[in-house]
């Protein structure tokens, strides 16, 4: 009793010095619902929805703040005639037409089934009592993270010990054979097993029949004028005008992350890598390496090589010279400011 006492006494100033400190880590279940965000654009995005009641729309959110994300017109539930759809490394795309399936109260009660479906007794939901925030220092610092959820599925459904595997997921237009257009996930995994879904029924592959399925124009990253295009759990409607990133550009980030996946370095890293390696020593070779690598990362990408603020600009201006800073202020209208990239000290 006298050792329960001296661990376990609330009026120890601080915690005992034999007693180490522990954390635990929990998976939580939840659903990836197709959604829109209007920050100035319109924003297709996967709100995630989890079984202790959290929703992530761009924030971590409660279900009582999720209302109000609702009400105020930040997730919304339709796009206006002749705006944009933007959808993150895919492309944006003018609409008119659409149909959309959900009101602001059905959207709330969808999510609030989901919740519940998920966790049937709605037992110990968080309840941010409308601050998301808490104050650590002098700092406000999100109470839970944005989540980055993997797709998954069992290598070895029929086994006592399922195996479980965690992939990426990325989006493409799926020309599905009920004729229907959809804008569908994309699942890749380490051995090469792909799922696509948010269609009807979900199709699988392996990663070398992908090819097959973008030249008969399957898979695509490309719509036509006119062509409808069907959300699942969102709505439809039709292409007005835009533009999507390259397909082969596409197949490289895919075949990229596959590598990824297997343990290699990305294209991204690689560049990165040399990147530092030429600012600590530059030299042609370097820059010659630098180039190459640069000139593999999926060009909708590229902007990832440096930092949010310096983007490629600094890699391009060790690559490419002065065009670059030309080009940068031609189109801002004022002075480069990166313009401290080392020459190679064995340039002629």
């Known amino acids: 009793m006298k050792l329960f006492d001296k661990i376990f006494n609330t009026n120890t100033v601080s915690p005992q010095p034999e007693i180490t400190k522990i954390t635990r880590t929990e998976i939580i279940e939840g659903f990836s619902l197709p959604g829109i965000i209007h920050n100035i654009q319109y924003h297709f995005t996967g709100l995630q929805v989890y079984s202790d009641g959290l929703i992530s729309c761009w924030e971590m959110v409660d279900l009582t703040m999720l209302k109000e994300k609702i009400e105020r017109g930040w997730l919304v539930t339709s796009i206006p005639e002749g705006e944009a759809i933007s959808i993150h490394n895919l492309g944006h795309w003018y609409i008119k037409h659409g149909e959309w399936e959900h009101s602001k109260e059905s959207l709330y009660n969808l999510i609030h089934t989901l919740v519940k479906q998920l966790n049937p007794t709605l037992e110990n939901l968080h ?39 965690s992939g990426e997921k990325f989006h493409f237009f799926f020309r599905n054979d009920d004729e229907k257009t959809y804008l569908a996930e994309l699942s890749i995994y380490k051995n090469g097993h792909v799922e696509i879904t948010n269609l009807p029924v979900k199709k699988t592959l392996k990663f070398e029949e992908l090819n097959d399925h973008i030249n008969r124009g399957i898979i695509t990253t490309k719509l ?51 990147f530092a390696e030429y600012k600590a020593a530059p030299s042609v070779k370097l820059r010659y390496m630098l180039r190459d690598a640069y000139e593999s990362v999926p060009e909708h990408q590229r902007i990832f090589v440096g930092t949010m603020d310096t983007k490629d600009y600094e890699v391009r201006q060790v690559i490419y010279g002065n065009k670059v800073k030309k080009e940068f202020e031609a189109e801002n209208g004022y002075d480069y400011p990166y313009d401290d990239m080392p020459q190679p000290i064995d340039e002629e």
């Open 127 to 165: 309840n941010y009592n409308g601050n998301n925030s808490k104050k650590i220092g002098k700092a406000n610092i999100a109470k839970h993270f944005i989540p980055n959820p993997k797709p998954y599925y069992y290598e070895d459904p029929n086994s006592f010990v399922p195996r479980k595997i």
């Open 224 to 274: 036509k004028t006119g062509e409808t295009v069907t959300i699942l759990n969102l709505g439809s409607f039709k292409v007005k005008s835009g533009n999507g990133v390259d397909i082969k550009h596409k197949m490289n980030e895919l075949a990229d992350k596959l590598s990824e996946l297997n343990g290699r370095e990305n294209s991204i890293a690689k560049c990165a890598r040399i």
